[in-house]
C-alpha cells in the first residue's frame, strides 16, 4: 500500500508540471503571441519548460504503468477493453500516444516552417495538448472509483 500511494504522489506531481505547464501555455503565452504575431513567446516558454515538462512525460508514464501493475492490469491486458481499470488505463495509453505524435509532428513538421510566425494549426495543436492533458488527469481521478 505505501509503495502505492508514493507511485501516485509522484504521478501527481509529474501530472501537475504537465498539465499546469500546458494551461499556462495555451492561457498565458498563446495569447501573448497571437497580440504580438510572434512566437517569441511561445518559443521563450517552451526553451523554459521542455526542461522538466519531458522528464514530467516520462515520469507519467513509468508512474502510471507501475499503477496499472499494482492493480493487475499488464501489457497482456492493454487495449482489451475489459475491466473498469483497464479501460482506463488503456485510454490513458491511447492519448499519450497522441501526445507523442502530436508532438514529434510540431517540433519536425510544424515549427520549422513557422518563421516567428503564429499560425493557427500550431495554435491547435497547443490546444489538442492541453486538452489531452486535462483529459488524462480526468481519467486518472476515475480510477479512485473503480473506473467508469
Same mark, same amino acid.
Given at each position: *500500500?505505501?509503495? #502505492? ?10 501530472a ?5 505547464? #500546458? ?18 513567446? %511561445?518559443t ?14 516520462? *515520469?507519467?508514464?513509468?508512474?502510471? /504503468?507501475?499503477?496499472?501493475? #499494482? ?10 477493453f ?11 495509453? %491511447? ?14 513538421? %510544424? ?19 492541453? *486538452? *489531452?492533458? /486535462? ?6 481521478s ?7
Amino acid at each position: *500500500i505505501m509503495y #502505492h500511494q508514493i507511485i501516485l504522489i509522484i504521478h501527481l506531481l509529474a501530472a501537475t508540471i504537465w498539465v499546469g505547464g #500546458h494551461l499556462i501555455l495555451l492561457l498565458k503565452y498563446v495569447p501573448k503571441a497571437i497580440k504580438s504575431n510572434s512566437l517569441n513567446d %511561445i518559443t521563450f516558454f517552451r526553451k523554459n519548460f521542455e526542461s522538466v515538462g519531458i522528464p514530467s512525460l516520462l *515520469i507519467l508514464l513509468v508512474t502510471g /504503468i507501475l499503477m496499472a501493475y #499494482h492493480y493487475e492490469i499488464t501489457i497482456d491486458k492493454w487495449f482489451t477493453f475489459e475491466s473498469s481499470i483497464e479501460k482506463l488505463v488503456s485510454l490513458k495509453l %491511447i492519448l499519450f500516444f497522441c501526445t507523442i505524435l502530436l508532438a514529434f509532428t510540431a517540433v519536425k513538421f %510544424i515549427f520549422p516552417k513557422l518563421q516567428n510566425k503564429p499560425s493557427f494549426l500550431l495554435y491547435l495543436f497547443i490546444s489538442l495538448v492541453t *486538452i *489531452i492533458a /486535462i483529459s488524462m488527469l480526468i481519467l486518472g481521478s476515475l480510477v479512485r472509483i473503480g473506473g467508469t
